[in-house]
């Protein structure tokens, strides 16, 4: 089955410190996309980060950056030098192919809520 | 604006009637994608489309859920006779080819069934 997991529930980090938000997942897929989405209080979901499952490099976006370890399937998110407008729920998601028109959708994990204190 | 748009924001309904959801994407966005968020679910699939062609319909909960898509461009979610279990937040996506596939989504409809 196509499915996300992110285990921490909850993860605190002080100002301008790193902070590592995990992600496993599960697909038989050769071909599959891993995104990671910020959502803050106001509910917007906000694209924050992509890799593709034959890109070479982790992906990078400004102080976001994607630990990819494609034999363990884990796209873990890296946020440096952490800021108080960090504080959101992070999803991360997949992209899966599905039924016989080539539909796609995005399979999301449960979230964690960061919390960025002074 | 050049984001993905969503109207209502809210919407209160009485159980019972029907319930419209608006979508309007990225131009020259080709797939729109509709999600359901609510407490007790996560984030679920409901509907995508791709162009003009027939969406595929297999997220949606129950046949109360329909959803159109006019021109391949501005999509209508409708909801018959709304249950309690409904409420939730209604989120639309869109993406392109050009971009990775990535889903840009909109502000989206929060749906109370009283």
């Known amino acids: 089955a196509q499915k996300i997991t992110q285990t921490q529930p909850g993860m605190f980090v002080q100002e301008k410190e790193a902070v590592t938000l995990d992600c496993t997942y599960d697909?038989?897929?050769?071909?599959?996309?891993l995104f990671w989405y910020k959502q803050p209080s106001s509910g917007e979901m906000i694209f924050l980060i992509y890799?593709?499952?034959?890109?070479?490099q982790n992906a990078t976006e400004g102080r976001y950056s994607l630990n990819f370890q494609k034999a363990r399937k884990s796209a873990n998110l890296v946020i440096s030098a952490s800021q108080l407008g960090d504080s959101a729920m992070y999803f991360c998601a997949m992209r899966v192919k599905f039924g016989q028109g080539g539909s796609e959708k995005l399979v999301f994990g449960k979230g964690t809520k960061l919390t960025v204190n002074p | 604006g050049a984001g993905v748009s969503q109207s209502p924001s809210n919407k209160v309904t009485e159980k019972g009637k029907d319930v419209e959801l608006r979508c309007d994407p990225i131009s020259g966005h080709t797939a729109l994608y509709w999600y359901r968020q609510s407490l007790g679910q996560g984030l679920e699939f409901l509907i995508y489309?791709?162009?003009?062609?027939?969406?595929?319909k297999s997220g949606l909960p129950s046949d109360r859920f329909s959803a159109e898509r006019t021109g391949g461009s501005v999509s209508t979610l409708t909801i018959q006779r709304t249950q309690q279990e409904d409420s939730a937040v209604y989120l639309c996506a869109s993406s392109s080819y050009r971009a990775a596939e990535t889903q840009y989504f909109g502000p989206g409809t929060r749906l109370l069934v009283l």
């Open positions: 890799q593709g499952s034959y890109d070479q």
């Open positions: 697909t038989s897929d050769p071909s599959y996309g």
């Open positions: 489309f791709q162009g003009n062609s027939a969406p595929d």
